[in-house]
């Protein structure tokens, strides 16, 4: 006898929300039941779409019967209230990056639902890429022997509007902080953190004393070296790549184009279209493989990876990277990730 779908709500009805609503509707073991966004009209328009009730008050969200979980993909200041919320009502919870960005209030956040013991998914969807995770399997299955240095690339097309980047929490806690995750995915013990960043090309970033261009080093307590790089533009599309090298060989991935095509003639050998335009289009599969994994964990009930703790270690790394990178210090995490 088939098992009975699972009962999602969803919070946000914005582009990542959409990203979630086209993926429940689309899972065969899920019925998406509430869309909730206090911007009513995005949230019928998306429940008209996809399926689902659309309500503009969470307590609506938090009276339905019979809901098994929810994903929370509304604006930052929201998630630890929602998250708070659903885990006392015993729901299992799907959260996008970041918890919150002040760190004290995610550590109370962390403390007041630890009783309640329901499933808690952070958005860390690069861990579902399917390239990224050949990678890192390949690595634990020791086919590049011990790994020594992790390189990380991550640039974005172009920047995001002024609004949007001056209530990120800037670059290291919006962007890096994936990257960052990626890291801790690889070498779990991260022990020390560097960075410098500039304000390069972005008249605005540099206005609201943020940075564009970073680069950032961590330390893993064997020694092992990670090196993220970041930009907010990339003339190419969205750059994408991992590179993994070990005491015995090395592992890569690269970008991802939208065909497999190559020109070869008298300009030029290996000619390729640019790299797909987006996250919503290079991390497609990592969103629904993200999916089935929280599924998984909400049948099982048991604990998710990445879980609230992955996400409190991000967001403690991500702050590590702004204070060196403003102050020129190196930052030992030891303490802040015991």
């Known amino acids: 006898m088939p098992q009975q779908k699972l009962r999602l709500a969803l919070f946000g009805s914005g582009r990542i929300g959409q990203v979630h609503a086209r993926n429940l509707a689309d899972h065969p073991d899920i019925e998406l039941a509430l869309i909730s966004d206090p911007f009513i009209e995005g949230a019928r328009t998306l429940a008209a779409q996809t399926g689902g009730r659309a309500v503009s008050d969470p307590a609506e969200v938090f009276a339905e019967p019979g809901l098994d979980g929810v994903i929370i993909a509304s604006p930052t200041p929201t998630h630890v209230d929602l998250m708070s919320q659903a885990a006392a009502h015993g729901l299992a919870v799907l959260c996008e990056k970041p918890i919150d960005l002040d760190i004290t209030t995610v550590l109370e956040c962390r403390d007041n639902i630890r009783e309640h013991q329901v499933p808690i998914m952070l958005g860390f969807n690069r861990r579902f890429d399917p390239n990224f995770k050949a990678v890192r399997d390949e690595v634990v299955a020791g086919a590049i022997g011990t790994l020594e240095q992790l390189t990380i690339i991550s640039r974005d097309p172009a920047p995001a509007p002024r609004d949007y980047i001056e209530a990120s929490g800037g670059i290291f806690r919006d962007m890096t902080i994936h990257d960052l995750d990626i890291a801790r995915f690889f070498i779990p013990n991260i022990v020390e953190v560097s960075a410098v960043g500039s304000a390069l090309f972005s008249a605005d970033i540099k206005s609201l004393n943020d940075f564009d261009t970073?680069?950032?080093?961590?330390?893993?307590?064997?020694?092992?070296?990670?090196?993220?790089?970041?930009?907010?533009?990339?003339?190419?599309?969205?750059?994408?790549?991992?590179?993994?090298?070990?005491?015995?060989?090395?592992?890569?991935?690269?970008?991802?184009?939208?065909?497999?095509?190559?020109?070869?003639?008298?300009?030029?050998?290996?000619?390729?279209?640019?790299?797909?335009?987006?996250?919503?289009?290079?991390?497609?599969?990592?969103?629904?493989?993200?999916?089935?994994?929280?599924?998984?964990?909400?049948?099982?009930?048991?604990?998710?990876?990445?879980?609230?703790?992955?996400?409190?270690?991000?967001?403690?790394?991500?702050?590590?990277?702004?204070?060196?990178?403003?102050?020129?210090?190196?930052?030992?995490?030891?303490?802040?990730?015991?």
């Open 214 to 338: 970073t680069t950032t080093t961590l330390r893993g307590a064997d020694g092992e070296i990670v090196t993220i790089i970041n930009s907010r533009h990339c003339a190419y599309g969205y750059d994408q790549r991992i590179e993994a090298f070990g005491s015995t060989g090395m592992l890569t991935a690269g970008n991802v184009s939208a065909t497999t095509v190559r020109r070869y003639d008298a300009t030029g050998t290996e000619q390729a279209g640019p790299c797909l335009p987006f996250f919503l289009e290079r991390y497609a599969a990592a969103y629904r493989a993200e999916l089935d994994a929280f599924v998984q964990a909400i049948r099982a009930g048991g604990t998710c990876s990445p879980g609230f703790d992955d996400g409190v270690a991000a967001l403690v790394l991500a702050d590590a990277a702004a204070e060196s990178a403003t102050t020129g210090k190196t930052v030992s995490v030891v303490d802040a990730l015991r």
